[in-house]
T-cell receptor, first 114, second 113 residues
Framework: AQSVTQPDIHITVSEGASLELRCNYS??????LFWYVQSPGQGLQLLLK??????LVQGIKGFEAEFKRSQSSFNLRKPSVHWSDAAEYFC????????????FGKGTKLSVKP | GEEVAQTPKHLVRGEGQKAKLYCAPI?????VFWYQQVLKNEFKFLIS????????ETGMPKERFSAKCLPNSPCSLEIQATKLEDSAVYFC???????????FGDGTRLSIL
């Protein structure tokens, strides 16, 4: 069955520290992958996407993610976290040839310590 | 518009009442998706449209839920005879193509009392 796993429910990092949020997927078809961020009471904002090509993708707000097919992973990284990055982060997967609806992970809540 | 607009932001209904949610996709986007976000952040796909045509309704509950996207009108999601378990945040998203990135609205929080 298709699924997305975000193993970390809650992560706390200090401001200025580096960040890595994990995402693993299980999908039969060739996947395309997204990271979204959700602030309280807000919708989902697209951070970055991977469709094909270079497996290291750059996104907005200084985020990047690396697609590793052998590990079925698409981890999100940021070298230096800012207090404004505190939010909920969702990994999502779709597939070429699918109907387009996304499968979401359950999210990772990021807290940032001063 | 440049953003997906969902109304109302918050909707409160008594159990058994009807609830209707609206979504205006980004201008030029021909695909609309509805998702339900329940407790513990689980997103469930409900239905998608290509213009005014239902594209994929595999996630829609067979009873009580219906949706439309009519020309020159916001899309709508309607729930008849609401139940406590329908309490959730309902998100609408739009995209230029079914496999292109989806742009989300801010959601409608539905509370069933």
């Amino acid at each position: 069955a298709q699924s997305v796993t975000q193993p970390d429910i809650h992560i706390t990092v200090s401001e200025g520290a580096s960040l890595e949020l994990r995402c693993n997927y299980s999908y039969g078809a060739t996947p395309y992958l997204f990271w979204y961020v959700q602030s309280p009471g807000q919708g989902l904002q697209l951070l970055l996407k991977y469709f094909s090509g270079d497996t290291l993708v750059q996104g907005i707000k200084g985020f990047e993610a690396e697609f590793k097919r052998s590990q079925s992973s698409f981890n999100l990284r940021k070298p230096s976290v800012h207090w404004s990055d505190a939010a909920e982060y969702f990994c999502a997967v779709g597939a070429q040839g699918s109907q387009g609806n996304l499968i979401f992970g359950k999210g990772t809540k990021l807290s940032v310590k001063p | 518009g440049e953003e997906v607009a969902q109304t109302p932001k918050h909707l409160v209904r008594g159990e058994g009442q009807k609830a209707k949610l609206y979504c205006a996709p980004i201008k030029g986007h021909s695909y609309v998706f509805w998702y339900q976000q329940v407790l513990k952040n689980e997103f469930k796909f409900l239905i998608s449209f290509q213009n005014e045509n239902v594209f994929d309704e595999t996630g829609m509950p067979k009873e009580r839920f219906s949706a439309k996207c009519l020309p020159n009108s916001p899309c709508s999601l309607e729930i008849q005879a609401t139940k406590l378990e329908d309490s959730a945040v309902y998100f609408c998203a739009s995209s230029t193509h079914k496999n292109q990135p989806q742009h989300f609205g801010d959601g409608t929080r539905l509370s069933i009392l």
